[in-house]
């Protein structure tokens, strides 16, 4: 089942909607039967046993909290159900409709089954407004529960696998990265495969993607849902129904809540998106990832020696920043973002920081302190004896708890903006607990030093403080009225909107460089590019923004080639781009590295997804 069948039907009218229940349904009944035939449909379906029996579980719960909201829903519910058993009796295990659907999803072949199939689009048109409502809702969060069967099921099987796999192998098999090591390897030798394992970045992007509006209320009761499904093989008894109990609570709440927001939510809201992702996902797996890592190519000695996995995870986001036909996002609203982005990050490692430390009990007797440890203990005297006081009431004769509890301090007043005691980098805060980390394997507490302390590092090389790295766009056409616009009235003379909005952007990279970093908003993207002059316009731009050169950001300027046509001529920019002396300086900046970034999206509508992809490659080549 596909993993957006929710999310897409969340996004279209009710009638719309209808119809593609109505398709999908058609095929999710191949696999789990209706109601009086549900139990002998299921038997004779040929998947595995544990989903077949989770999706009958939740089949009967589905049905139990519809009978309980409305009986006439529920059984509108199963006569869906009942009927499209009946549109696939004929030919059971396949779908006629896939074969010819019009761009609903509903059979256009003139054929028994796609009667039938038509019967069931019609019920669904026949019933009032309200009702179809109620249908399409009961049948979205269906699905919903349809996909964490077989999410829990893929899981296991990952979790058969791994428990399968054999440590005494150099690869992992199911880590294509340490197969790829292990090939550079053979073929570069170690010192070569490490020198390319350090460069190594991923740099996903999110978006704020109107299909994939789905609530945080939402994803919310999934999450819980699911934790419930994983959790019942472990139970019986009193506990095995409680679980049920919990779980009738949970559908029920999720049929009656809208799957979307009855308000569009702003582009600050919008970034929840990305903190809900990263404190139930990202924070904790990555070091998981990189662990993994270390555990297959360094066997035993992981945890006790100086990881050889880089941090080579560093998210981006488009949300809050992507300006190119939004008029709602605007500089203060980049600048809130932000914002949010920093406060959310830094008291978060705030939080890891001082869990570390409370755990970090060595006594100095026994686990000796390094002299650069007591040192660092000392400058944290001096700059806050408020914070070392209360550190060693609690930590008396435990110098590294105590360090690491000062630095959880310090990172709580760098949120506040206590100038005093903050930390003002990322990178600052890395140093203290390096420092920690060589004390720890000095003393000969090496699982404590490559264990949590190396976790802790790993999160900062990944996210820093900003957590991720904003990247703004804007429309090329926008820059160059702006440039038009300040060149006939001067920067300071009566400019349009769209000037000072543009004008206001570059001040608001500035001061969020100045504040949080700049690795939070270096990166600027020119949609439609299609000269170099394009990519100078920028330059000019955020040179004309300020008064004092000093306070100009650091931008990468990257150039966006979309279209057909662009996408054909794009090395000819590039070439041109790479003569303008302001690139010329950047790329000195930047070990001579530079970003480009091809779309797929507007090319595939001007010339259809192959003639888009053939353009796509020739362009990388």
């Known amino acids: ?164 796999a054999s440590t005494d192998t150099e690869v992992d098999p199911a880590n294509e990265l340490t197969v790829a090591y292990h090939q550079l390897v053979n073929e570069l030798g170690v010192e070569g495969a490490n020198e390319l394992l350090d460069k190594l970045e991923f740099h996903p992007v999110f978006t704020a993607h109107p299909t994939e509006a789905r609530r945080k209320a939402v994803e919310g009761k999934i999450r819980r849902i699911s934790n419930l499904l994983e959790e019942r093989p472990r139970l019986g008894g009193s506990d095995l129904v409680e679980n049920e109990r919990h779980m009738l609570q949970e559908i029920d709440a999720l049929v009656r809540t809208s799957p979307i927001a009855l308000k569009k939510p702003t582009p600050v809201e919008e970034a929840d998106t990305i903190i809900d992702i990263f404190d139930n996902t990202l924070f904790d797996v990555i070091p998981v990832i990189y662990r993994r890592f270390d555990d297959w190519v360094l066997g035993d000695k992981a945890g006790t020696v100086p990881p050889l996995c880089p941090a080579f995870f560093h998210p981006g986001s488009w949300i809050g920043s992507d300006r190119d036909g939004n008029p709602n996002v605007t500089a203060k609203v980049s600048r809130e973002v932000a914002a949010k982005y920093f406060t959310h990050m830094v008291l978060k490692l705030e939080d890891k920081c001082r869990h570390i430390g409370r755990n970090l009990t060595l006594e100095a007797t026994y686990s000796k302190p ?107 056409v926008v820059h160059a009225r702006a440039l038009k616009d300040i060149h006939e009235n001067g920067i300071h003379g009566d400019l349009q909107p769209m000037t000072r909005e543009v004008i206001d952007t570059f001040r608001a ?100 997804p192959t003639t888009a992809m053939l353009a796509l490659h020739s362009a990388q080549e």
């Open 1 to 164: 089942m596909g993993g957006n069948v929710a999310e897409n039907l969340s996004n279209q009218s009710v009638p719309e909607a209808a119809a593609r229940v109505a398709a999908v349904v058609n095929r999710l009944v191949n696999r789990i039967g209706s109601n009086a035939e549900s139990r002998e449909r299921l038997a004779e379906i040929e998947i595995p046993e544990e989903l077949r029996d989770n999706l009958a579980l939740f089949l009967r719960l589905e049905r139990r909290v519809l009978s309980e909201y409305d009986p006439e829903i529920a059984d509108l519910f199963d006569k869906i159900l009942t009927a499209e058993i009946v549109v696939n009796a004929g030919n059971p295990g396949t779908c006629a409709a896939d074969e010819a659907v019009d761009e609903q999803g509903v059979p256009t072949a003139d054929e028994p089954t796609a009667v039938a199939f038509r019967e069931v689009v019609d019920l669904i048109d026949s019933l009032p407004l309200d009702k179809q409502q109620v249908i399409v809702r009961a049948f979205t969060s269906f699905f919903h529960l349809a996909n964490l069967s077989e999410e829990n099921y893929r899981v296991a099987q990952l979790r058969e696998r791994e428990a399968g």
């Open 370 to 476: 390094s002299a650069e440890l007591i040192n660092l203990w000392n400058h944290q005297v001096e700059m806050s004896p408020r914070y070392t006081a209360r550190a060693e009431l609690i930590s008396e004769h435990e110098p590294h708890r105590a360090v690491m509890l000062v630095m959880a301090d310090r990172l709580n007043a760098t949120v506040r903006r206590i100038t005093d005691t903050m930390y003002h980098s990322a990178d600052e805060f890395l140093d203290d607990l390096r420092v920690v980390q060589r004390s720890l394997a000095a003393c000969g507490a090496v699982r404590a030093a490559y264990g949590p302390v190396q976790t802790i590092i790993w999160q900062v090389e990944s996210f820093g403080f900003h957590m991720v790295e904003m990247e703004f766009r804007q429309h090329s």
């Open 509 to 608: 990279i500035g001061s969020i460089q100045k504040r949080y970093g700049k690795k939070m908003a270096h990166r600027y993207i020119i949609s439609f590019t299609k000269s170099a002059q394009h990519v100078a316009d920028v330059f000019e731009l955020a040179h004309l923004s300020f008064a004092h050169e000093e306070d100009v950001p650091e931008l990468d300027v990257i150039p966006l080639f979309e279209q057909l046509e662009d996408l054909e001529g794009c090395v000819d920019v590039l070439d041109q781009m790479l003569t303008l002396p302001v690139v010329q300086k950047r790329l000195a900046q930047t070990n001579r590295r530079m970003e480009v970034m091809l779309g797929y999206s507007d090319s595939s509508k001007d010339a259809g």
